[in-house]
């Protein structure tokens, strides 16, 4: 993910793998949609995305680098 400052505006969402549909659970800074992910179960954790305006990034692979 190219933005990586706190206050970047993302969408955090979560794809459902099985009929893949997208449900947002939150537009707001990346501070924001850190802290709502983390408070996730495990396997809707597995399925959170990070938007910003010019990148996608899956939530665990994010926290992983």
Known sequence: MR???DDAAVR???LDGDSGAAA???Y??????LAVAAEQPAE???G???QTSNDVV????????
């Open 44 to 46: 809707v954790q597995d």
């Open 58 to 65: 899956a939530y665990l692979d994010f926290i992983e680098s």
């Open 3 to 5: 933005t990586v400052f």
């Open 12 to 14: 955090l969402y979560h």
């Open 24 to 26: 947002t659970l939150l």
């Open 48 to 50: 959170l995305f990070l």
């Open 28 to 33: 707001g800074t990346l501070a924001e949609a």
